[in-house]
């Protein structure tokens, strides 16, 4: 499996931006595909954003589609959620996951994905 840590949550005012960072070991990351995910207090955690290894096309929850943006770099075996415009509501405990030997990302229930770290908070203010 590949271990994944997130960093770069805090507090940030509304429409201010944050960078999230995933660093990742193991041997298959380069092959794997990757997603963030998130979770408001008192809610089911969501989907935000996922893409394959293979460079494909990104997938976005509707909800932050034109504010976030996902990105890998492989040689660092990092992956990142560029949040931009951030509101209230994008408050919430954000996970990276990971499938392993996944070209193009197929589903986007928690359940697809089988490597997940332990989150960072992010905090929008109004």
């Known amino acids: 499996q590949v271990q994944l840590v997130e960093s770069g949550g805090g507090l940030v005012q509304t429409g201010g931006s944050l960078r999230l960072s995933c660093a990742a070991s193991g041997r298959t990351f380069s092959s794997s595909a990757v997603a963030w995910f998130r979770q408001a207090p008192g809610k089911e955690r969501e989907f935000v954003a996922a893409r394959g290894w293979s460079g494909g096309s990104t997938l976005y929850a509707d909800s932050v589609k034109g504010r976030f943006t996902l990105s890998r770099d492989n040689a660092k075996n990092t992956v990142y959620l560029q949040m931009n415009s951030l509101k209230p509501e994008d408050t919430a405990v954000y996970y990276c996951?990971?499938?392993?030997?996944?070209?193009?990302?197929?589903?986007?229930?928690?359940?697809?994905?089988?490597?997940w770290g332990q989150g960072t908070q992010v905090t929008v203010s109004s």
């Open positions: 996951a990971a499938k392993e030997n996944t070209a193009v990302v197929m589903a986007t229930a928690e359940v697809y994905f089988d490597s």
